[in-house]
């Protein structure tokens, strides 16, 4: 589909799929009379890896909304969907079939989030013979360059210098050169569970109704992508920015007050809770971070949030998600192939149904498939921890979080599963692998009421497998983690343990490993 001037054109505008902003530095000196915008729907991005349906509706839509915006502000528009007769399938067949019909002078492009796009589209501009113009994602606070200035020379890496630096130079937060508040962090106020009694007056979920741009596109998937895991029933994101802006009012309304207080709490049945649902508008360019951040403030200016929860947020935009960039656009490609610890055990099969007996996981997975969506914690400390004790190769968890996650661009997926989640770079990203028995699943949710293994257990028949496989990860990885003072509470505990029950636990886990092998053989 096309609406294009007649060839030659001077520039041709790549807009790829997670660059949703008319604001875009790729506009900047746009000409309608003799410039074209480049989209492409094209199957690779989603077989690349087995994307799940809720993600690839979550792209398609998004993109067809606003390429309809872009008809309407005048700008000329070479749009190929993904059932268009002649669509090669990749990116790069389609730059290559806009290049030869178009014949521009040159390309623009805003930084991707996407290391391989990113080579598979210079690639084509090399072929042609063409200039590719690479201009900063303003999206962002800072480039990739200012991380890489504030990782020069510096032995560790570390969030918490990183954010600081971020606060005082945007004054995000700030009482003059000091923090508001008199302190940096405030998770000393945060992170509580529900308790016996479970989350009260939980608000409504924000959800957007599919219009029939959407319906195209959840019907189109539900063909094309018929294998594909996931489901489109409830299929209800904002996918324009003026549900995005709505998004975010409600949340800065509704949830914010207590986003902090109850943010890593879990409960059988709550997918939402006080959590945000941004992730996804703002990796797809919806929402700008820094009226994301400007809300968080002037909620915490008006009384209506409480400073540890603003700052618990404001963190989570301005800190790690400008961090997890940098690690990923200074450390790629050589990042994808991280393996520290050597994990090269398959992932389980039921990771793409929820099919199992551990509670937990079967509420994590479930709901995932059904939206797209967990919240940090289910990441990080349920489907996250479980692969991570049971030895996964991270590149398989990460293929996995890439795939079946509303938010995922590699940019941000990466970096939060292979460094922070599987500790697969050795400790660059995070100072410590974070691992924990099944009693901080218990202490965090409900789930161990109703699951038939005891998380104070680790061997035996009611044995919690992630307790088994704590105390075998740290058996199995004790030299090094000795090394690191961070884990060290840790090691004590396991010097505890007397060599039988090492042996027991051993054992345990070997037959609890070889029987997830098995099963995804």
């Not at 049971?390 to 590699?410: C, I, K, N």
Request: proline share 6%.
């Amino acid at each position: 589909m096309s609406e294009t001037p007649a060839a030659p054109i001077r520039q041709l505008i790549l807009v790829l799929g997670d660059q949703l902003d008319h604001g875009s530095t790729a506009f900047d000196g746009f000409d309608p009379a003799q410039d074209v915008v480049w989209m492409a729907e094209v199957a690779e991005e989603s077989t690349h890896v087995w994307s799940a349906k809720q993600r690839i509706a979550i792209f398609l839509t998004a993109m067809r909304h606003f390429a309809a915006e872009l008809r309407e502000r005048g700008r000329a528009l070479r749009y190929t969907r993904l059932d268009d007769a002649d669509n090669t399938g990749t990116l790069a067949g389609e730059l290559q079939r806009a290049i030869a019909d178009l014949r521009p002078q040159s390309l623009i492009l805003t930084a991707p989030g996407d290391w391989r796009v990113l080579q598979a589209l210079r690639a084509v501009a090399a072929q042609a013979g063409l200039p590719l113009e690479l201009r900063d994602d303003t999206h962002f606070f800072s480039t990739v360059r200012e991380f890489a200035a504030h990782a020069k020379g510096r032995k560790q890496l570390r969030l918490e210098y990183w954010y600081r630096e971020r606060r005082q130079k945007h004054g995000a937060l700030m009482d003059g050169k000091q923090p508001v508040g008199g302190q940096w962090n405030f998770d000393a106020d945060n992170r509580e569970s529900f308790g016996k009694t479970g989350p009260q007056d939980v608000p409504e979920p924000f959800f957007v109704a599919p219009d029939t741009v959407t319906r195209e596109v959840i019907d189109l998937v539900n063909e094309r992508f018929a294998d594909h895991p996931g489901s489109l029933e409830h299929f209800a994101w904002p996918v324009t920015r003026t549900d995005a802006l709505r998004a975010l009012d409600n949340f800065i309304t509704q949830r914010l007050p207590l986003f902090g207080r109850f943010e890593d709490a879990m409960w059988t049945g709550e997918v939402w809770l006080w959590h945000s649902q941004l992730s996804a508008a703002l990796n797809l360019k919806l929402l700008n971070p820094r009226e994301v951040v400007a809300a968080a403030e002037a909620a915490y200016h008006s009384g209506q949030a409480p400073l540890a929860a603003v700052e618990g947020f404001v963190r989570q935009i301005l800190g790690w998600r400008e961090y997890v960039r940098g690690i990923y656009w200074t450390q790629m490609p050589g990042y994808l192939d991280r393996n520290a610890l050597d994990a090269q055990a398959p992932l389980p099969a039921w990771y793409w149904t929820g099919e199992t007996e551990m509670a937990c996981l079967r509420e994590a997975i479930t709901q995932t498939l059904a939206h797209g969506y967990a919240h940090h914690i289910q990441r990080l400390m349920v489907t996250g921890l479980y692969a991570l004790l049971l030895g996964v190769r991270p590149q398989a968890v990460h293929a996995w979080y890439l795939s079946v996650y509303v938010d995922a661009v590699e940019w941000v997926e990466l970096p939060n599963t292979l460094g922070m989640s599987q500790y697969g770079d050795g400790g660059l990203l995070g100072s410590k692998p974070y691992v924990a028995t099944g009693k901080y699943i218990q202490r965090m949710s409900n789930h161990c009421s109703g699951c038939r293994f005891d998380p104070a257990q680790s061997t035996g028949p009611k044995a919690c497998p992630f307790t088994t496989l704590y105390w075998d990860f740290l058996l199995r990885h004790e030299p090094p983690l000795r090394q690191n003072p961070r884990m060290a509470m840790q090691i004590k505990n396991l010097d505890r343990m007397t060599p039988e029950a090492r042996e027991a636990i051993t054992a345990q886990a070997r037959a609890h490993q070889a029987a997830q092998a098995r099963q995804s053989a």
